[in-house]
Protein backbone atom coordinates (compact mmCIF):
# COMPACT_ATOMS: atom_id res chain seq x y z
CA UNK A 1 0.00 0.00 0.00
CA UNK A 2 2.56 2.23 0.94
CA UNK A 3 4.81 1.21 -2.53
CA UNK A 4 1.65 2.30 -4.26
CA UNK A 5 1.31 5.87 -2.53
CA UNK A 6 5.25 6.56 -2.86
CA UNK A 7 4.79 5.87 -6.72
CA UNK A 8 1.88 7.91 -7.16
CA UNK A 9 3.83 10.98 -5.10
CA UNK A 10 6.91 10.67 -7.47
CA UNK A 11 5.06 10.44 -10.42
CA UNK A 12 3.70 13.79 -9.72
CA UNK A 13 6.71 15.89 -8.14
CA UNK A 14 8.05 14.59 -11.94
CA UNK A 15 5.21 15.33 -13.87
CA UNK A 16 4.92 18.98 -12.61
CA UNK A 17 8.75 19.73 -11.84
CA UNK A 18 8.16 23.61 -11.37
CA UNK A 19 5.07 23.24 -8.63
CA UNK A 20 7.11 20.64 -6.81
CA UNK A 21 10.26 22.68 -7.01
CA UNK A 22 8.06 25.66 -5.33
CA UNK A 23 6.09 23.75 -2.71
CA UNK A 24 9.13 21.31 -1.36
CA UNK A 25 11.32 25.02 -1.69
CA UNK A 26 8.01 26.45 0.54
CA UNK A 27 8.24 23.50 2.97
CA UNK A 28 11.71 23.71 3.43
CA UNK A 29 11.98 27.41 4.17
CA UNK A 30 8.51 27.49 6.45
CA UNK A 31 9.96 24.34 8.52
CA UNK A 32 13.56 26.42 8.81
CA UNK A 33 11.81 29.60 10.00
CA UNK A 34 9.70 27.49 12.38
CA UNK A 35 12.69 26.37 13.80
CA UNK A 36 14.39 29.31 14.40
CA UNK A 37 11.76 30.75 15.95
CA UNK A 38 11.23 27.92 18.40
CA UNK A 39 15.06 28.28 19.31
CA UNK A 40 14.61 32.41 19.66
CA UNK A 41 11.68 31.59 22.19
CA UNK A 42 13.51 29.19 24.04
CA UNK A 43 16.80 31.07 24.49
CA UNK A 44 14.59 33.94 25.85
CA UNK A 45 12.87 32.04 27.91
CA UNK A 46 15.71 29.90 29.82
CA UNK A 47 17.74 33.37 29.78
CA UNK A 48 19.74 33.06 33.27
CA UNK A 49 18.08 30.03 34.35
CA UNK A 50 21.93 28.57 35.38
CA UNK A 51 21.62 31.35 38.45
CA UNK A 52 20.76 31.06 41.79
CA UNK A 53 18.51 33.81 42.03
CA UNK A 54 17.58 34.23 38.27
CA UNK A 55 13.74 34.91 39.02
CA UNK A 56 14.93 38.03 41.03
CA UNK A 57 17.53 39.25 38.59
CA UNK A 58 15.91 42.67 36.94
CA UNK A 59 17.86 44.89 34.42
CA UNK A 60 17.65 48.73 34.50
CA UNK A 61 17.15 50.71 32.20
CA UNK A 62 17.39 54.95 31.63
CA UNK A 63 15.31 56.44 29.64
CA UNK A 64 15.82 59.60 28.61
CA UNK A 65 13.50 62.23 25.92
CA UNK A 66 15.79 64.06 23.97
CA UNK A 67 14.74 65.97 20.64
CA UNK A 68 15.92 63.67 18.79
CA UNK A 69 13.92 60.80 19.86
CA UNK A 70 13.86 58.79 22.94
CA UNK A 71 16.76 57.46 23.69
CA UNK A 72 17.45 53.95 26.45
CA UNK A 73 20.42 52.60 27.89
CA UNK A 74 21.31 50.06 30.40
CA UNK A 75 23.67 52.64 33.13
CA UNK A 76 22.10 54.10 35.64
CA UNK A 77 23.85 56.04 38.61
CA UNK A 78 25.99 54.89 41.21
CA UNK A 79 23.68 56.32 43.93
CA UNK A 80 20.78 54.32 42.63
CA UNK A 81 21.46 51.67 44.56
CA UNK A 82 20.88 53.34 47.60
CA UNK A 83 17.59 53.93 46.56
CA UNK A 84 16.34 50.83 45.41
CA UNK A 85 17.60 48.61 48.57
CA UNK A 86 15.91 51.02 50.71
CA UNK A 87 12.50 50.22 48.31
CA UNK A 88 13.05 46.64 47.78
CA UNK A 89 15.22 45.59 50.71
CA UNK A 90 16.66 42.26 50.44
CA UNK A 91 15.53 41.22 46.90
CA UNK A 92 17.99 43.92 45.71
Same mark, same amino acid.
Given at each position: ??? /???? *? $??? %???????? =? #??????????? $? *??? %?? !??? &???? #??? /???? $? /?? $?????? #??????? !? !??? &? =????? &?????? #?? =???? =???
Amino acid at each position: MFR /NYWL *V $AWR %LLQKDKLY =S #LIGTTGLAAGM $A *VAL %LI !GLW &VHDE #LTF /NDWH $A /NH $ATIARI #LSIETTK !G !GID &V =STTAP &VPMEAE #LR =SKYG =SQF
